[in-house]
């Protein structure tokens, strides 16, 4: 894989604000490098054991996706929700032991080594925090944090606390994109030197994503997607972002028009949506040829430069999910416990500083659009 780095423009500010804060209450540095967690391994012949914090949607397709793999390797042992009912609810459908009445009390669990966060964006610093302080690896949906100065926080904070800390990104973790990144280092393509990515899904009825109070937006519910993969495709941060869009009466953006730079005549043009549908593939051009990727958060089948059309078949079951491909998170679940197995504090398929590079463009972009969250008021962004 391409070693990720970031552009020169953005290196003196990227790392003296990491560094700056790594250093205020004794938390290890997240720019050390460091590779392995303190903390004992689970031993390789007991499962991993996992926590949900809260319930969700998201979290009821990721137990279903845990059924396709063996359960000497993953169990689902404890939940919680804000609610008791929902929360004793969701552990009757899945046959969950655990059932606690608050975060901080399934943080304090004996019977959970992991977990998986799916709460409200603006609530992922705060209950990530928590279970690290318990010694719980985590597991924590996209967006890891509400902006950049959360991020650095919390990656410096699992390091301090010797947990394995993982952004959500499960599309790193299917067989397609191993099978892509494979064509890009063998030359297939040539040189990448344009990305397209269109992901647009009328979402105007759900709230979460139309509320500036509840973290909501195009660019952190859907842009996480498109950012993620042309970073990955060209292996490197872009020097340069420029933004434009249209933002609700709330103040949060339902559109965004975006142009990635990443040197000259190298580029991604990303065009988003929360209220109209687009076709929502991906194009990666080379000077050789191109790569078409249908769906391309979670895709089962590539069209190769050749125009060949592969097929990646994802997991298959009786049991159904809330939305479509979800037990490709099954995916995601071992790359989760093949890290913590091997004493990873962070996985190579997406790392801590790519995570960092994410929420910094994040940022850039919310500026540019007009976009300020209640938590960045006491953050450097958006300003």
């Not at 004992?40 to 279903?64: C, H, N, Q, Y």
């Not at 967006?143 to 790193?172: A, T, Y």
Request: with cysteine; hydrophobic share 40%; charged share 25%.
């Amino acid at each position: 894989m391409h070693k990720f780095w970031l552009p020169s423009l953005q290196r003196t500010r990227f790392f003296s604000i990491r560094h700056l804060s790594c250093m205020q209450n004794g938390r290890v540095c997240p720019c050390s490098g460091t590779k392995s967690i303190d903390n004992k391994p689970t031993e390789s012949e007991k499962p991993l054991r996992w926590g949900m914090a809260p319930v969700s949607l998201i979290a009821d397709d990721f137990v279903t996706a845990l059924q396709v793999l063996s359960d000497r390797h993953h169990m689902v042992t404890a939940c919680t929700s804000y609610y008791q009912s929902v929360a004793r609810t969701f552990a009757n459908k899945h046959n969950i032991p655990h059932v606690y009445s608050s975060f901080e009390d399934l943080a304090r669990s004996k019977d959970v080594d992991v977990v998986f966060i799916s709460s409200l964006n603006p609530f992922h610093l705060e209950i990530s925090r928590l279970m690290l302080d318990h010694g719980k690896h985590v597991l924590c949906e996209k967006p890891l944090c509400m902006n950049e100065d959360q991020v650095i926080q919390l990656i410096g904070h699992s390091h301090s606390k010797g947990c394995f800390l993982m952004e959500g990104i499960w599309s790193r973790c299917v067989p397609a994109y191993q099978y892509i990144r494979k064509q890009i280092e063998a030359g297939a393509l040539g040189e990448v030197v344009k990305v397209n990515c269109t992901l647009g899904l009328p979402m105007q009825k759900v709230v979460r994503v139309m509320r500036r109070s509840l973290g909501g937006g195009v660019t952190l519910e859907l842009g996480v997607y498109a950012l993620q993969f042309a970073m990955w495709a060209f292996g490197y941060a872009p020097h340069n972002v420029i933004a434009h869009g249209k933002l609700n009466e709330d103040g949060v953006d339902e559109e965004a028009n975006i142009v990635m730079k990443f040197g000259p005549e190298r580029e991604a043009e990303i065009m988003l949506s929360c209220t109209k549908r687009f076709d929502n593939k991906a194009v990666i051009k080379g000077t050789k040829g191109s790569i078409v990727v249908p769906d391309y958060w979670c895709p089962a089948r590539v069209i190769d430069v050749d125009g060949e059309e592969k097929e990646f078949p994802l997991p298959h079951s009786d049991l159904s999910t809330y939305l479509p491909n979800r037990l490709a998170l099954s995916f995601e679940a071992e790359e989760v416990r093949r890290c913590i197995s091997e004493h990873k504090a962070q996985s190579d398929l997406f790392t801590h500083k790519e995570s960092l590079a994410l929420s910094y463009i994040e940022d850039q972009i919310r500026r540019q659009l007009g976009v300020v969250y209640a938590e960045d008021e006491t953050a450097n962004v958006c300003r």
